[in-house]
């Protein structure tokens, strides 16, 4: 099992930058790739991006250029930076754990970007 713990949302304003943190904790030596995802109101949850045990990432195209994903293995925790937010970036925030052929979820963290 994985335990994931995300922290760091908040309401900020548009053109602002938000930085959104998951701690994880668990049987991290099984996980095969980790992410974020969101769900705005009266929406499905969607990719924000994700990382694999090698490091590389995917971004969605709607975070291309303004969000970055990073890992610190010492303090176990992947980030998002989130930079030039827009309205449409107000979402709850979801840290993801791929350890097949489960998945595992954080609780979510609400980001409000108001215009």
């Known amino acids: 099992q994985v335990q994931l713990v995300e922290s760091g949302g908040g309401l900020v304003q548009a053109g602002g930058s938000l930085r959104l943190s998951c701690a994880y904790s668990?049987?991290?030596?099984?996980?095969?790739?980790m992410g974020w995802y969101r769900q705005a109101p009266g929406k499905q949850r969607e990719l924000v991006g994700t990382?694999?045990?090698?490091?590389?990432?995917n971004y969605a195209d709607s975070a291309k250029g303004r969000f970055t994903i990073s890992r610190d293995n010492t303090k176990n925790t992947l980030d998002l930076q989130m930079n030039s937010l827009k309205a449409e970036d107000t979402a709850v925030y979801y840290c993801?754990?791929?350890?097949?052929?489960?998945?595992?979820w954080g609780q979510g963290t609400r980001v409000t970007v108001s215009s």
């Open positions: 993801n754990a791929e350890v097949p052929p489960y998945g595992y």
């Open positions: 668990g049987s991290l030596s099984r996980i095969t790739a």
């Open positions: 990382m694999n045990s090698g490091g590389s990432v």
